[in-house]
T-cell receptor
Framework: KNEVEQSPQNLTAQEGEFITINCSYS?????LHWLQQHPGGGIFSLFM???GKKKHGRLIATINIQEKHSSLHITASHPRDSAVYIC??????????????FGQGTILTVHP | DGGITQSPKYLFRKEGQNVTLSCEQN?????MYWYRQDPGQGLRLIYY???????QKGDIAEGYSVSREKKESFPLTVTSAQKNPTAFYLC????????????FGPGTRLTVT
């Protein structure tokens, strides 16, 4: 079983729709990342939610440490949100600092 | 502007040749990382370096080698021993101990035929 599972793998939406991407993990973590990968390949950090909910513009990230689950929401989606969204985490108690485990990514396509 | 540069963006090589991918950062970060990305899979760690002149193998180090002679540079050599070298390679860096936020370069797409 993978340590991290993202769902859905592919997501297609119409402009304006509310988007939810889920990330579940099976180990204790000390940090979680949400990343965005653009079609050209560049990866950018979006959020590092530590607990509860964090909001940045139209993006909202929630994390439930007890349930080992995090979600990334996009409100009023736009075609420019089309990208691959990746969750990644740092194992709790890991000896190699900064060593992240990555989900396989969710491919989001937003149509006008 | 501070950031991470990788060059070239696209690289083509013949099977059996070694190839070196460059990664440079001017963020004054101590830690640097190399990842490989294949379709439908998460990023996998090849090598990482916590400090100059030190590096450790990641999860898929076989067929790869690195060096860290300067703080700002962490080149990756894909050797002929790597069975499936065609992939997208990403370099990243982080401030140092205790920091898990990683900054990524634009990546290099390597095609070996």
């Amino acid at each position: 079983k993978n340590e991290v599972e993202q769902s859905p793998q592919n997501l297609t939406a119409q402009e304006g729709e509310f988007i939810t991407i889920n990330c579940s993990y099976s180990v204790g973590i000390s940090a979680l990342h949400w990343l965005q990968q653009h079609p050209g390949g560049g990866i950018f950090s979006l959020f590092m939610p530590s607990s509860g909910k964090k909001k940045h513009g139209r993006l909202i990230a929630t994390i439930n440490i007890q349930e080992k689950h995090s979600s990334l929401h996009i409100t009023a989606s736009h075609p420019r949100d089309s990208a691959v969204y990746i969750c990644a985490f740092l194992n709790a108690g890991g000896t190699s600092y900064g060593k992240l485990t990555f989900g396989q990514g969710t491919i989001l396509t937003v149509h006008p | 502007d501070g950031g991470i540069t990788q060059s070239p963006k696209y690289l083509f090589r013949k099977e059996g040749q070694n190839v070196t991918l460059s990664c440079e950062q001017n963020l004054n970060h101590d830690a640097m990382y190399w990842y490989r990305q294949d379709p439908g899979q998460g990023l996998r760690l090849i090598y990482y370096s916590q400090i100059v002149n030190d590096f450790q193998k990641g999860d898929i180090a076989e067929g790869y080698s690195v060096s860290r002679e300067k703080k700002e540079s962490f080149p990756l050599t894909v050797t002929s021993a790597q069975k499936n070298p065609t992939a997208f390679y990403l370099c990243a860096s982080s401030i140092g101990p205790g920091s898990y936020e990683q900054y990524f370069g634009p990546g290099t797409r390597l095609t070996v035929t």
